[in-house]
């Protein structure tokens, strides 16, 4: 069992920057891989960025690359998504999830296992 607290979400202006952390308890952390994705009013939830258990691999989508970045530290239990140039379209709620396959870096959210409760972003123009 894991259990994932996010942390950081918050109101910016756009253009802006904020890091998102995730909590995870339990002593397995290290082997699994790591996602974030998001989810708009009104809106599916989407893949936002995801992590392989030692940090090797990382994917993101499309929409932003270029101005998020993932990162994890083992030793702290912790995942981050470092989320730069902000845009009102990033508003979402972002949720972190965990893939028991160590390897994997997928966009799937039916390959994650635990997700945590959410923490809110919103960008104002």
């Known amino acids: 069992q894991v259990q994932l607290v996010e942390s950081g979400g918050g109101l910016v202006q756009a253009g802006g920057s904020l890091r998102l952390s995730c909590a995870a308890s339990?002593?397995?952390?290290?082997?699994?891989?790591m996602g974030w994705f998001r989810q708009a009013p009104g809106k599916e939830r989407e893949f936002v960025a995801a992590?392989?258990?030692?940090?090797?691999?990382?994917d993101f989508a499309d929409s932003v690359k270029g101005r998020f970045t993932i990162s994890r530290d083992n030793a702290k239990n912790t995942v981050y998504l470092q989320m730069n140039s902000l845009k009102p379209e990033d508003t979402a709620d972002y949720y972190c999830a965990a893939d028991s396959r160590c390897w994997v870096v997928t966009g799937n959210s039916n390959s994650y296992d635990y997700w945590g409760q959410g923490t809110q972003v919103t960008v104002s123009s």
């Open positions: 339990g002593r397995t952390f290290s082997t699994y891989a």
């Open positions: 992590i392989s258990c030692r940090g090797r691999n990382t």
